[in-house]
């Protein structure tokens, strides 16, 4: 069964703390990881991984993945309080099934 | 920016009964996706869908699932007889391919079984 773990599972920081949130995997048929940001509806997209060791970064977000190891890390710098969300790691296999982790629950306070 | 849209955003339903869930996939995309949501727990797999055809589907989209593609804009889920359980957040999703491609989700239907 494939799985996704993501952890912490919730954190709680102020404005301008850095944070790095984890998800590890263990599924058949990898294709690819993607992060999404989910506040109060669809989870928006953010990145997508398929080879190990090169980051995606966009803005203060950035993102990598480490195929041997099976995890990534999404790092955020600089945290506003508009980056308070649940932050979704999915893994992509066969026909584009995704499978989900729990989520890590993001609080960023003034 | 081009958006998956869903329809209704919540649909209260008696247990027994039929619903249909109806999503608007990006125009040029080809793949399309349900997934649901239980409250409180991941996001889930239900369903893909290409060429007019499933390509793969979850333990979870029994026979009391189907989907249909009825023209070329709309993508809808059924659920024959609805249970208790079928309460959840489900989401469509779509994407121009399954390989390298990011899925785009809607905003979701809240479906609540009573």
């Known amino acids: 069964e494939d799985k996704v773990v993501q952890s912490p599972l919730s954190l709680v920081v102020h404005e301008g703390d850095t944070v790095t949130l984890n998800c590890s995997y263990e599924?058949?048929?990898?294709?690819?990881l993607l992060w999404y940001k989910q506040e109060k509806k669809a989870p928006t997209f953010l990145f997508m991984l398929?080879?190990?060791?090169i980051e995606k970064k966009s803005g203060r977000l950035s993102s990598i993945l480490d195929k041997k190891e099976l995890f990534s890390i999404l790092n955020i710098t600089a945290t506003q309080t508009g980056d308070s969300a649940v932050y979704l790691c999915a893994v992509g296999t066969s026909y584009g099934k995704l499978t989900f982790g729990q989520g890590t629950i993001l609080t960023v306070h003034p | 920016e081009p958006e998956v849209t869903q329809t209704p955003s919540h649909q209260v339903t008696q247990m027994g009964q039929e619903v249909i869930l109806r999503c608007v996939p990006i125009?040029?995309?080809?793949?399309f996706y349900w997934y649901r949501q239980i409250l409180g727990q991941k996001v889930e797999f239900l369903v893909s869908?290409?060429?007019?055809?499933?390509?793969?589907k979850s333990e979870i989209f029994d026979d009391q699932f189907s989907v249909e593609r009825p023209d070329g804009s709309n993508f809808t889920l059924k659920i024959r007889s609805t249970k208790l359980e079928d309460s959840a957040m489900y989401f469509c999703a779509s994407s121009p391919r399954y390989l390298n491609q990011p899925q785009h989700f809607g905003d979701g239907t809240r479906l609540s079984i009573l």
């Open positions: 125009s040029n995309h080809l793949y």
């Open positions: 599924v058949t048929n990898f294709r690819s």
């Open positions: 398929t080879s190990s060791g």
């Open positions: 869908f290409y060429n007019n055809e499933i390509s793969e």
